[in-house]
């Protein structure tokens, strides 16, 4: 029964990362074929319209202003942590990067898309909206004066003769990557609430490649609830949410931008499809933007752009952690974590700290594996006797009252050399959660993110550029099944069982390298567990005698063989 279980698992596993290994994203346009984007505009009052919007003006035509400036210039904003560049055209953040991770060109990692941000349907970060297109086009187009109040902060101001003010004020947190903003328009002496609008994101195109790639989607939470994440499939048939959000935005797999503890507060999604350039063979990029309307007009909101980084994010808020999506096993996942990185810290290699992680692990894990080994050998070694009962028994059918015999006899065999067949397998099954949860984060964590193991080996959450690991990882997976106990499979089983190690080397090929670590020490470790098991339990393989020589004594009523080879 535990082979069939192992094998059911086993299948399970290579139908997932099979799935994931053909369907690894959607198909690319061909060349020279440019779609159009496909977008929802933003409709400041909170509704989703399927529109083409224009592209945005470079100036506000016919506005007089009484406070703001003739020329478009730049401010610069850096903290340890980021660089940002704000326009004071309509005094929006035209630029965010992060100082601490890099691009593939070794480059501070750019947030904001530079080549649709500010054109067509995709409005730069903190556009503002209002129910009137032609007071949202003066907002986001007049040039404003420039007012720095201090380090990290810069102040935008705009008046014009028609009664519109507006000030837009950012302060910095140079401890994180989090800032406050706070936008207050009035409109001839009345104040108006406007729609904030971030725009299409993120801009680190780097993580959302590969097959274990996420792709921009909403997210957001509730107070005292899990946080939501929608793909563009959810954002087309309901893109407007209103709640009391803990926090509220968009991220990918390793970034996010949201909106810290709003409050009540009005969501506005939209899905964005990026056309490739043409005659190229880039896929089409999908995006997510999304807009926040604040219950009352000025409101100050804090704003979180950053990397999904656990202890970043914990140092904000503790149920900010939530938005790194670790799975179903995430309680398990965060002491691995803190594992990795106290381990990292030194050994300075993520790499070796994968391996020591991997060889700790199965340190601890070591008794339940050696008694599921153990199990098996036994059951290995009774696997004729209960074949010879399962034999007679064959012209039975299973409905027939002397099939209870059998198990009565199969029990007794069990019982008589100490063997629970569910021990066979309890143990594989404990230590699923593990496997699972550390697959989880070393395919998740944003520390593996661009760091570098030996050689070849540059970036652990990418594949190996040469597929030395993923031969590797098959070779072992091949071994460590041929010395596996095969007593009581039938050779079809068998055939497939040592075929499936070198099918799976073709799906290790776009797995990355730091999972194909800890896969391969796991599988040398085993190897060595079976030999060690060998050494502690012999096999020791009964012989079930001529039926001539058995001895006959009644159980349960009737006439039956249990004599056997001790």
Known sequence: ???????????????????????????????????????????????????????????????????????????????????????????????????????????????????????????????????DPTVSSVLNQALYAVRTSGEGQVTFDLQTEAGLKASKSFALDPQSYT????????????????????????????????????????????????????????IGSTPNYEDSFDYAGIDDHYFAAFALKPGRSKLTYQAVQVPPPSNTKEAVRDLMAFAIQPASPGQTLTFYVGPKEFDTLASIDRNLVKAINFGMFDWIVVPLLRSLNWIHGYVGNYGWAIFILTLLINLVLFPLNHKSVVSMRKMQEIQPEAKAIQERYAKYKSTDPARQNMNQELMALYRENGVNPATGCIPILLTLPVFLAFY??????????????????????????YYVMPVLVGASQVIQQWLTPQAGVDPAQQKMMMIMPVVLIFVFVSTPAGALIYWL??????????????FIHPPKLHVVRPAA??????VGGSRTDDAREN
């Open 1 to 131: 029964m535990e082979r069939r279980v192992f094998i059911a698992l086993f299948l399970s596993f290579l139908v997932f990362f099979t799935y994931q290994a053909i369907f690894p994203s959607k198909p690319t346009p061909k060349p020279g074929a440019t779609p159009a984007a496909k977008t929802a505009a933003v409709n400041p009052e909170g509704s989703a319209q399927g529109a083409t919007v224009p592209a945005e003006p470079t100036a506000a035509p016919g506005v007089a202003t009484l406070v703001g400036e003739q020329a478009e210039r730049t401010v610069t904003l850096e903290t340890p942590h980021v660089i940002a560049v704000f326009t004071n055209r309509g005094g929006r953040l035209k630029s965010w990067k992060l100082k601490e991770y890099l691009d593939r060109s070794g480059r501070p990692l750019e947030l904001i898309d530079q080549t649709i941000a500010g054109t067509g349907a995709h409005p730069l970060p903190f556009s503002l909206a209002l129910p």
């Open 179 to 234: 800032f406050s903003v706070t936008a207050q328009v009035s409109v001839n002496g009345a104040d108006a609430n406007p729609v904030i609008q971030w725009g299409p994101g993120l801009g680190d195109t780097d993580s959302q490649t590969g097959r274990y790639a996420v792709k921009p989607e909403a997210l957001f939470a509730t107070q005292g609830r899990k946080p939501e994440r929608l793909n563009a499939s959810k």
């Open 440 to 465: 989880a984060l070393l395919t998740t964590a944003i520390e593996l993110r661009g760091a570098p193991f030996i050689g070849w080996i540059h970036d652990l959450s990418l594949p190996d550029p």
């Open 521 to 534: 020490v796991g599988n040398v470790w085993r190897i060595i567990q079976m030999q060690l098991t060998n």
């Open 549 to 554: 020589e058995r001895r006959v004594k009644r």
